[in-house]
């Protein structure tokens, strides 16, 4: 699937290189809060984590994402 970055999408993904790791809420709040649902940031980062861009994983269906780009925490 092919997405065209936003610079939204770059400081993000900049954002999880440099912390290594960070959960749904977290990211809604730096990147999505002032002009975006939880909804619409849980859809963007659905799609870059299809896309690639990012990775994700969590436990079980009761947690939040989290989010990483080399190594599953």
Known sequence: M????????LDLIDFIKNVVVADTETLYKIFFK???SLRTCQERLTKLTNAGYIKRWRNSHFEEYIYYINKKP
Not at 2 to 9: E, S, T, W, Y
């Open 34 to 36: 002032d002009t975006c």
């Open 2 to 9: 092919k997405v065209k970055l936003q610079q939204r999408d």
